[in-house]
C-alpha cells in the first residue's frame, strides 16, 4: 500500500525536473550542430556515446546499492557503513579514470579524438560518484532533493553553453570543459542532499562484507543494462568504424532527438520503484493492468510530435537535412523504449527478476551483434539505422514475454498495437509520406477509443488520488 498523494507530488517534482532537463537537452540537441563543424558535431556525440558506458564501471556495485536499499526510509540508513562504500567507490573510479587517460595519452597521437577520451576518464569519477547518491535519493524516495540536483547541473551546463557563445568560442574542447564542470555541480549538490553520509565517520568493519553483497545483486542487473545499451550500442560503433564521425554525427542526432522524449518519459520509473517495493504481488498485477494503457496510450500521442519535428529539424539544421529521413525509422524507439524503460523494466526490478531482466537483454545484444553485421556485410547505412527500431522492438517484446511469466498474466495484447504503429509510422513515411499524418493521427484515436474503458479506470484512479485515496481503493 501507497500514499497515492505523495506518489503524484513526487512525480510533480521528478516531471518538473526532467522537463526542464528536456528543455536543456532540446537546446543542445539543437544548438550544438549548428554552430559545431560536422566534424567537431560527430565528436561531440562520441564523447556522449562513451559517457553512457562510464556508468558500467562501478561493476554493479552501485545498482546493488539502489536494489537492496529500495523502499527505505533515508533516515533508517545506517550511514558510517554507506560513507566507507562511498570511500571505496572513488578510490576505485579513480583509478578507472586515471587507468584510460594514461592510456588514451600512450595509444593516440592527439586531436579531437584525445580530447574526447580525456574528458571521458574525468566523466568515470564525476558521473559515478554522483550515481551513488543519486541512487541513494531515488531509492528512499527523496525525489524533490533527486530532481533539484537535475536542475542545478543542468541550469549550469546551458549556462556555461550560452556564456561560451557570447564570448564566441566555437571549439569542441571548450564545450567538453562546460560539459565536465556541469557533472562536477550536479556532484557536489547531491553531495549536500547526502550531507548525512558525507559527514558520517566510516565505519569500516563490514566494509568487505557490503561489497560484495552490492556487487552480487547488482552485477546482474549491471550486466543486463550494459546488454541493453550495447543493443543499439553495436550499430552506432558500427556506424563510427564503418561509415566515419560525420555519419556517425548525423545519425545520432536523430537518435538524440528520440532520446529527448524518451529520457523525460523514464523520469516516471524512478518515482515508481519505490511506489512498487512497497506493493505485494496482488497490488503490482492489478496496478499494471491500470497503469500499461496509459503509459502506451500517452507514448503514442507523444509519437505524433514527429509530424512537427520533421519540418523544424530540417530548417533549423539545413546542413544535417539529409539525415532527416532518418528520424522517420528511428522514432517509433520512443514508443518501444518509452514503456520498457518507465513500466516494464521497473516492474521486474521491483519483482526482483534480475536474472530475466538479464535475459531479455543479453537477447536484445544478440539481436544487436546479428543486425549490426548484416547492415555491415550489405554496406547499408540505411539498414544499420532501421536496425536500432527492431532492436527496440525485440527488447520490448522480450521484457513483456517475460513479465507475464513473472506475473502469471495474460499481458499479449499489449505489444501487437505498439509494434503496429511502429510499423505505421515507418512505412507510411517512407512510402506515402503525403499522407502518413493522417494515417498514424487515425489509428493512434482509434486505439485510445478502443481503450477507453482501461483508460477511464485509470483516470478515475488518478482523480481519487488527488482527493486522497490510497492505492488499496484499486
Known sequence: MFDVRQALRSGAYATMANAFSLGVSAVLVLLLPRVLGL?????????????????FLHLGWIDGIYLRLGGAEYESLEFARLKAQLLALIGCQMVMGA???????????????????????????????????SF??????????????????????????????????????SFLLADVLSKAVGLAISAVFCRQVVTARSDW?????????????????????LCALLGIGVLRFAIEIHWGVVAFGQVSLMLSLCYL???????????????????????????????????????????????VAKPLVALWLPAFADSVRYLAVLFPIVLFDGTTTVLLMTYLKSLRKEWGLLLVNVVTLAAGLILTGVAVWTGSLDLAVLSMAVVSAIRSLMATIMLRISVQRSVWSDWPPQAAAGALLVGSEWVVPSVAPWAFAVFVAGLVVLRREALSSGFALLRGAVSGRRASQL
Request: aromatic content about 12%; proline content about 3%.
Open 39 to 55: 566534424e567537431d558535431y560527430g565528436y561531440w556525440q562520441i564523447y556522449v556515446f562513451y559517457v553512457s558506458f562510464v556508468g
Open 99 to 133: 587507468l584510460l587517460a594514461g592510456s588514451s595519452l600512450v595509444i593516440l597521437d592527439g586531436g579531437s579524438r584525445l580530447e574526447v577520451f580525456l574528458a571521458t576518464s574525468l566523466a568515470v569519477v564525476l558521473v559515478n560518484c554522483r550515481m551513488f547518491f
Open 136 to 173: 541513494v535519493l531515488q531509492c528512499t524516495y527523496r525525489i524533490p532533493e533527486f530532481s533539484a540536483s537535475l536542475l542545478i547541473e543542468r541550469g549550469v551546463q546551458v549556462a556555461a553553453v550560452v556564456a561560451l557563445l557570447a564570448v564566441g568560442r566555437r571549439d569542441l574542447e
Open 205 to 225: 568493519r563490514y566494509a568487505r562484507t557490503d561489497i560484495w553483497e552490492h556487487l552480487r545483486a547488482g552485477a546482474p542487473l549491471m550486466v543486463s543494462n
Open 261 to 307: 522524449f524518451i529520457g523525460f518519459a523514464s523520469s516516471l520509473g524512478s518515482v515508481l520503484f519505490p511506489i512498487l517495493r512497497r506493493m505485494s504481488e496482488t497490488e503490482l498485477v492489478r496496478s499494471y493492468s491500470l497503469l500499461r494503457p496509459l503509459i502506451d496510450s500517452a507514448t503514442l500521442v507523444l509519437a505524433l510530435s514527429y509530424f
